[in-house]
Nanobody
Framework: VQLQACGGGLVQPGGSLRLSCAASESILNINIMAWYRQAPGKQREMIATISRSGSTNYADSVKGRFTISRDNAKSALYLEMNNLSPEDTAIYYC??????????WGQGTQVTVSS
């Protein structure tokens, strides 16, 4: 499956952004989908996951501010980000796994939080 993320940009502290990730094929049979981010000089980290049934998990750093969702009919994954801070500046990636546990990545979208 090919993934394409979009929706990043420059936002002021306290602002909001909504990231989208379009899949090249149906995600109805895909269980876990995830958002990762990689800040400059840091390792890529998983920040949110969502199962096919809609169960979600979040990293402590984004819990209460970010919301992951998916639209299986549109083969799309979303990340609603609120109350953004400069520490959220990173490249954000969507990702998923095949049944053989091959991990697929989107190309990444830059989020910059700055005044």
């Amino acid at each position: 499956v090919q993934l394409q993320a979009c929706g990043g940009g420059l936002v002021q502290p306290g602002g909001s952004l909504r990231l989208s990730c379009a899949a090249s094929e149906s995600i109805l049979n895909i269980n876990i989908m995830a958002w990762y981010r990689q800040a400059p000089g840091k390792q890529r980290e998983m920040i949110a996951t969502i199962s096919r049934s809609g169960s979600t998990n979040y990293a402590d750093s984004v819990k209460g501010r970010f919301t992951i969702s998916r639209d299986n009919a549109k083969s799309a994954l979303y990340l609603e980000m609120n109350n953004l801070s400069p520490e959220d500046t990173a490249i954000y990636y969507c990702s998923t796994w095949s049944r053989t546990m091959t991990q697929f990545w989107g190309q990444g979208t830059q989020v910059t939080v700055s005044s």
